[in-house]
C-alpha cells in the first residue's frame, strides 16, 4: 500500500492542480475560447462614491460566470443591479457567451435573477441551516 501525503497548497501546486483540470476538460471537449475573459465591473454615484459591482468572466465554452454581483443595500431597488447586469450580459454577448450562470441564496437576490430571466436550475436546500442555496442559468439572446 502506498502512503499518501496531504498538505496545504503554495501557488505552484495551485497552478498544477488547475492545468490538471483544464487539459482533462479540454480533451473531452474542445475549448471556444482562448482564456478566462475577466469582466469585472464597478458602478459609481454622482460623487464617485462605489455603490456596486460585479465580478464575472467567459470561461472557454463561452459561458459567463457570475460569481458576484453587489449592490450597496441604500441603493437596492432603484434598478442599479439590473443596470449592472445587463451591462455585464451585453459585454460578454459582445465577447461570444451565449449563457449566463449564477448561485444565490434565498435570502438575497433570488427575485431579482427570476425578475431578469434566470432560470432556477437547482438547489440544495438547508444551506446555510433553514435556507436555500440556488442557482440560476440564462441563455443570453443576440
Known amino acids: 500500500m502506498t502512503d499518501y501525503i496531504i498538505e496545504s497548497c503554495n501557488k505552484d501546486n495551485i497552478k498544477t492542480i488547475v492545468d490538471g483540470i483544464n487539459e482533462y476538460n479540454l480533451s473531452k471537449v474542445s475549448a471556444l475560447a482562448k482564456i478566462w ?22 470561461g472557454y465554452w463561452n459561458g459567463l460566470e457570475i460569481k458576484i454581483l453587489w449592490v450597496k443595500e441604500t441603493h437596492r431597488k432603484k434598478g442599479i ?37 434566470y432560470n432556477s436550475i437547482g438547489e440544495i ?11 440560476f442559468s440564462k441563455t443570453l439572446h443576440e
Open 125 to 135: 436546500k438547508d444551506f446555510p441551516k433553514g435556507h436555500r442555496r440556488i442557482y
Open 81 to 117: 443591479g439590473t443596470k449592472l447586469l445587463e451591462y455585464t450580459e451585453n459585454i460578454a454577448k459582445e465577447k461570444g457567451a451565449y449563457i449566463s450562470m449564477i448561485d444565490t441564496f434565498d435570502f438575497r437576490a433570488e427575485d431579482f435573477y427570476l425578475k431578469n430571466g
Open 37 to 58: 475573459t475577466r469582466l469585472e465591473f464597478v458602478i459609481k454615484d454622482e460623487n464617485g462614491t462605489e455603490i456596486g459591482g460585479v465580478l464575472a468572466g467567459i
